[in-house]
């Protein structure tokens, strides 16, 4: 990855989802909270919070609600 949204950094994107731990979901995180969407503690946990928000700004979005931050939600956050 080179710093800057582009295909290397699209290519490295990993799914996150409930359970998951650490700066990866500390980033979505503050992401969605940035858009709007509150997922309750910036804690690095992906819990309840996180996952109503990140349901909320996948329907918004109009990418499926899966409840799980894959490459479509990442490039909704950070590409547009």
Do not use: C
């Not at 700066?23 to 995180?29: A, E, G, H, Y």
């Not at 309750?40 to 996948?58: C, M, R, V, W, Y």
Request: hydrophobic letters at 40%.
């Amino acid at each position: 990855m080179d710093g800057k949204w582009g295909a290397k950094t699209k290519a490295a994107i990993v799914t996150v989802q409930k359970g998951a731990k650490g700066n990866l979901t500390w980033i979505l995180q503050a992401a969605l909270y940035n858009e709007g969407y509150n997922p309750g503690a910036l804690d690095s946990i992906f819990g309840k919070g996180t996952e109503a928000a990140l349901s909320k700004f996948q329907k918004a979005k109009k990418i499926s609600a899966d409840n799980k931050a894959g490459k479509a939600t990442f490039t909704k956050l950070f590409a547009e």
